[in-house]
């Protein structure tokens, strides 16, 4: 992701009422969360957010459920059939506070 676009990020992030916490790890699944040449493609589960933010995993936990419960975020992105289950994503009303997803395609 280029600077411009993890600037947009951060300006995105800053029109929601999200404490210090949620700001960063959203910062993460955004900007770090996807694969490069797919912004929609995510391959991180918590654990992952944990040893990137240094973070305990029971401190993140209450980070993700507290986004999970604004809505922000989808902490089983690819549902019950994967082998993790854990892989954490952005739910699609939020979709907008990533500048590389083409908002006028149908995910």
């Not at 600037?7 to 995105?12: A, G, P």
């Not at 009422?17 to 993460?28: I, S, V």
């Not at 900007?31 to 589960?45: A, K, L, N, Q, S």
Request: with cysteine.
């Amino acid at each position: 992701m280029t600077i411009e676009n993890m600037t947009k990020v951060t300006e995105n992030l800053a029109t929601l009422n999200l404490t210090d916490m949620e700001t960063m790890f959203m910062f993460a699944l955004i900007c770090v969360g996807t694969i490069p040449t797919e912004p929609m493609f995510y391959d991180r589960d918590i654990q992952d957010y944990s040893k990137n933010l240094a973070i305990d995993v029971k401190v993140l936990r209450g980070v993700v459920g507290s986004l999970t419960k604004k809505g922000l975020v989808d902490p089983d992105f690819f549902g019950d059939d994967t082998p993790d289950g854990n892989v954490i994503g952005l739910c699609r009303e939020y979709f907008w506070l990533h500048p590389e997803i083409d908002l006028s395609c149908e995910y």
